[in-house]
């Protein structure tokens, strides 16, 4: 009998383990994408070996990085079913349109008539934004005038913004059409006008890009260079600032996710930006980092995938339509799906903290003996663009004062042992401001980019910001919102803070984690 329990619990367990290793990872995404969706993803892109002595390979990236295993995964199997304007819709796929532009091998194994190269887009309703992807894509650097990029800042200070947003010229990016084709554009503007709108960005440069593809035949399609794993092609606008960054990351993430890739990315900027501290996140999400004119020659990728605009995420739309969606835990979305509920935010912020290495899981504390940290987010004085002083606008006037009275509130406080943390994230690298959110258990500060980090933040993490008379802007109470956080908010009449009503806060926050 003994034995026979002890088989059935061998075996409950071996059964468990294979459960939670797809759900866990992008193998349970492929296994979806090929039995729900034959002709989707890494079911379709073609990828020959190239004959003999036709077109030299010279693979120029280094191996991928794996998926970490996130406590907030759930699927990012296309679902047609997901509802317009729902939280799967606005954070997750609801990439739901496909559009093919070129078919790939497999459908043309089909009988689908075709040649050469593939591409097609994924169109999300809800966002009017699309994810692109191609195979057998050619870039010719020399035909997008931009800046080099990646330069240091201190070689290119005074330097004009439209240096370094790119320009494309016809042919700039190129797909294999296959044999006896004749050159002609990829999409037209109905196209681009219902796919890639132009919205209320007055220069949508994925839109352009998109607009200078050419198919060619494959006798045009000579390549001095390949990249053979998947890599995204993302442009950027506001590169040092760390919200828009940060719609920028998440855009990314999501186009690696709908396009179902089994490995972290590669990277090429299509922009001329110069070097900034926020590169140091890029490189820790994805698998490696180049500027698209630093490379020499034409550079051809056996799969390219086009990552939206960060303006066409939620985090950006939120600020100026209502997305009504609160943070839940996976597990509790899994078995029982909301439409007014999402755990992405929380699958990406741990995804962020997993890119550096630092613990993810879900019951994480802090050892009673270490207390809580009280991370306060300062803003500080930088250089942070090629055109940009140096002076950072004060949203807090008193900030050292607030800041002094909180470090001599926290020394006398008997009830349990607090930590200030002083939050100068300007003379922080990346993976320490991440430490600083993930170790804290109330993060305060002024309105400012800084506060985004609270993504990142564990789920029991309580936020409290200041804001000024002329900062009331949603952002953090949202992000808060959509990540399940306790968010409080000190609204002043104009830029100073009483030192006593913040600590009054404070002490009232301080009591409901136990202290």
């Not at 920028?248 to 900034?276: E, K, M």
């Not at 509920?341 to 613990?359: D, H, Q, V, W, Y």
């Not at 990142?456 to 802007?473: G, H, N």
């Amino acid at each position: 009998m003994n034995r026979k329990k002890l088989k059935i619990l061998l075996s409950l367990f071996a059964f468990n383990s294979i459960y939670l290793y797809f759900f866990s990872s992008d193998h349970h995404l492929l296994f979806i994408h090929h039995k729900l969706l034959p002709g989707n993803h890494k079911a379709s892109p073609e990828n020959p070996k190239t004959p003999p002595g036709k077109h030299p390979h010279f693979p120029v990236t280094p191996r991928a990085k794996p998926w970490p295993i996130l406590p907030s995964y759930l699927p990012w199997s296309l679902n047609p079913t997901v509802a317009l304007r729902s939280c799967e819709g606005y954070f997750g796929n609801g990439f739901t349109r496909r559009i093919d532009l070129r078919r790939s091998s497999v459908e043309r194994e089909s009988g689908i008539s075709g040649g050469g190269g593939w591409f097609r887009c994924w169109h999300s309703g809800t966002l009017q934004s699309s994810v692109c992807e191609g195979g057998r894509v050619r870039m010719t650097p020399e035909r997008i005038q931009m800046s080099i990029g990646g330069e240091r800042l201190e070689n290119v200070i005074g330097r004009k913004e439209e240096e370094e947003l790119p320009e494309f010229e016809a042919g700039a990016f190129e797909v294999d059409a296959g044999e006896r084709f004749g050159q002609r554009k990829l999409v037209d503007e109905e196209f681009l006008n219902r796919f890639v709108p132009q919205g209320a960005i007055s220069r949508h440069t994925m839109r352009g890009l998109l607009d200078s593809i050419r198919l060619v035949g494959s006798s045009e399609f000579k390549c001095d260079q390949w990249i053979e794993e998947p890599t995204l092609l993302v442009t950027r606008f506001e590169y040092a600032n760390l919200f828009h960054t940060f719609t920028d990351w998440y855009s990314a993430y999501v186009a690696s996710r709908v396009t179902g890739l089994p490995n972290r990315p590669h990277l090429v900027f299509i922009d001329g930006h110069c070097r900034a501290p926020l590169e140091e996140t890029w490189k820790a999400l994805f698998s490696s980092l180049k500027y698209a004119k630093n490379f020499s020659g034409s550079v051809c990728f056996r799969h390219a995938v086009l990552v939206p605009l960060g303006y066409e995420t939620a985090l950006f739309k939120g600020l100026s339509e209502n997305i009504n969606c609160h943070g839940a835990f996976a597990h509790d979305l899994w078995q029982n799906p909301d439409d007014l509920k999402t755990a992405r935010l929380s699958e990406f912020g741990e995804m962020i903290r997993a890119a550096f290495g630092f613990p993810v899981g879900r019951h994480r504390v802090l050892k009673p003996a270490s207390g809580h940290n009280i991370l306060f987010v300062r803003r500080e004085d930088y250089v942070a663009h090629p055109r940009h002083g140096g002076k950072v606008e004060s949203r807090l006037s008193n900030e050292q004062e607030v800041f002094d009275s909180l470090k001599n509130w926290t020394s006398n406080y008997l009830e349990c042992k607090i930590n200030l943390v002083n939050g100068l994230f300007a003379h922080m690298s990346m993976k320490e401001q991440v430490r600083a959110i993930q170790d804290a258990s109330v993060i305060i500060g002024a309105h400012g980019a800084g506060l985004t980090h609270i993504i990142s933040a564990r789920p029991k993490t309580v936020i409290l910001e200041i804001i000024s008379s002329q900062y009331r802007r949603p952002h953090f109470a949202l992000i808060s919102q959509w990540k399940g956080l306790e968010y409080h908010a000190i609204n002043l009449d104009g830029s100073y803070a009483d030192p006593r009503v913040v600590i009054d806060q404070l002490n009232s926050i301080v009591k409901s984690l136990g202290c």
